[in-house]
């Protein structure tokens, strides 16, 4: 079992950059894959960003790869979503998840992930 608890989330105007953190308590983060989603109001949860174990093995959304980043440290039980050039349409709870790391599918498949954070509320302003 794996406790997870994002933070970073917050107010900000179109063009800036935030940086959310998901903190791993309990079994250590490392042994999972790490991954980002975000639902807005009224639409269905929407795969961001995910990280293998090592880092070594990165998918983003297609369409925000240019604006993100995803990383991690391991030694903190640590996932990081780097966020630049913010527009209103990224407006979401932003939230990490947990998966096991042989699971074998695509990253962005909701259901593969077994634990999930609370999320945290990204709002941009235009």
């Known amino acids: 079992q794996v406790q997870l608890e994002e933070s970073g989330g917050g107010l900000v105007q179109a063009g800036g950059s935030l940086r959310l953190s998901c903190a791993a308590s309990?079994?250590?983060?490392?042994?999972?894959?790490m991954a980002w989603f975000r639902q807005a109001p009224g639409k269905d949860r929407e795969f961001v960003a995910a990280i293998n174990r090592s880092g070594g093995i990165i998918s983003y959304k297609e369409s925000l790869k240019d604006r993100i980043t995803i990383s991690r440290d391991n030694a903190a039980n640590t996932v990081f979503l780097q966020m630049n050039s913010l527009k209103p349409e990224d407006t979401a709870v932003y939230s990490c998840?947990?998966?096991?790391?042989?699971?074998?599918?695509?990253?962005?498949?909701?259901?593969?992930?077994?634990?999930w954070g609370q999320g945290t509320q990204v709002t941009v302003s235009s």
């Open positions: 309990g079994r250590s983060s490392s042994t999972y894959v």
């Open positions: 998840a947990a998966r096991d790391s042989g699971y074998i599918g695509a990253y962005s498949l909701v259901l593969s992930y077994k634990f």
